[in-house]
């Protein structure tokens, strides 16, 4: 079955960085459309990053240019997102996800906290 599972966030002061790592199985990972969504208390869910199976393309929402970076390793069925320059309105839950076989797929989120 399909599994997403997130890892790496935690505390950070603003102005620091954050590795989020997602692994992925149960489906055919290096032909799948990759996204990190957020979600903070009392907001909608949303879209923060994006790339494509070969990992050529990538887009970013507008709030997260020049801060974040999503990568893929398919080798090891893991997608991740670089976070630099933290602020505290990035503190939110993250999310992985995908489609496949018709359906989406979320993993269980990781919380980033951005505070001093």
């Known amino acids: 079955q399909v599994q997403l599972v997130e890892s790496g966030g935690g505390l950070v002061q603003p102005g620091g960085s954050v590795r989020l790592t997602c692994t992925a199985s149960?489906?055919?990972?290096?032909?799948?459309?990759m996204t990190w969504y957020r979600q903070a208390p009392g907001k909608e869910r949303e879209l923060v990053a994006l790339?494509?199976?070969?990992?050529?393309?990538?887009n970013y929402e507008q709030f997260v240019q020049g801060r974040f970076t999503i990568s893929r390793d398919n080798n090891k069925n893991t997608v991740a997102l670089q976070m630099n320059s933290l602020k505290p309105e990035d503190t939110a839950k993250y999310y992985c996800?995908?489609?496949?076989?018709?359906?989406?797929?979320w993993g269980q989120g990781t919380q980033v906290t951005v505070s001093s």
């Open positions: 996800k995908t489609f496949s076989g018709g359906k989406d797929y």
């Open positions: 149960g489906f055919p990972f290096s032909d799948a459309l």
């Open positions: 790339i494509s199976g070969s990992g050529v393309f990538k």
